[in-house]
T-cell receptor, first 111, second 115 residues
């Protein structure tokens, strides 16, 4: 079992719709979770961090964490073509402050 | 100016050559990391460093070495490059934070091609 699993996609949504990206993880003791956005050939850019169960909202982005079910999700409201990118989910690993990354979900927002 | 910089941004080299990739940061972070990214394999950790005196291997350290010259500088070396080291390489930094892993901030990346 991979430590952090994401559907590779591509996930295609129409402009203005809600995009829902999901991530599951295997380590029950993880305390910190992150979503990064990566455009093709560019570096990962932090979108959201979440540490507590529940929802965390920032603009059009909402991260949801459920530690009991070991999943974290990212919702993007009013999706725009500029949101088309690969979204990486990561969890914190207690050793050395490392992050464990999923393979990413490719999102395509169609005009 | 960018907080995390990497040089060179692109490099083409031949099998057997020694290559050094450099990373500098102005964020004042203690922790620095080197990753490689390959299509379909995601980001994989090569080495990481807590501070100048603390270097640790990641999941794929074979064939690589690192040097932490200062808090702000962390270099990755390929002693004898081979074609399967062709990849996109990222440096990242983070601070000590809350006692559990904090967000990392990435440099722009170095695209390395080994012929």
């Amino acid at each position: 079992q991979k430590e952090v699993e994401q559907n590779s996609g591509p996930l295609s949504v129409p402009e203005g719709a809600i995009a829902s990206l999901n991530c599951t993880y295997s380590d029950r003791v993880s305390q910190s979770f992150f979503w990064y956005r990566q455009y093709s050939g560019k570096s990962p850019e932090l979108i959201m961090s979440i540490y507590s169960n529940g929802d965390k909202e920032d603009g059009r982005f909402t991260a949801q964490l459920n530690k009991a079910s070991q999943y974290v999700s990212l919702l993007i409201r009013d999706s725009q073509p500029s949101d088309s990118a690969t979204y990486l989910c990561a969890r914190g690993h207690n050793q050395g402050g490392k992050l464990i990354f999923g393979q990413g979900t490719e999102l395509s927002v169609k005009p | 100016d960018a907080d995390v910089t990497q040089t060179p941004r692109n490099r083409i080299t031949k099998t057997g050559k020694r290559i050094m990739l450099e990373c500098s940061q102005t964020k004042g972070h203690d922790r620095m990391y080197w990753y490689r990214q390959d299509p379909g394999l995601g980001l994989r950790l090569i080495y990481y460093s807590f501070d100048v005196k603390d270097i640790n291997k990641g999941e794929i350290s074979d064939g690589y070495s690192v040097s932490r010259q200062a808090q702000a500088k962390f270099s990755l070396s390929l002693e004898s490059a081979i074609p399967n080291q062709t990849a996109l390489y990222f440096c990242a930094t983070s601070d000590l934070g809350r006692g559990w892993p904090n967000e990392q901030f990435f440099g722009p990346g170095t695209r390395l091609t080994v012929l």
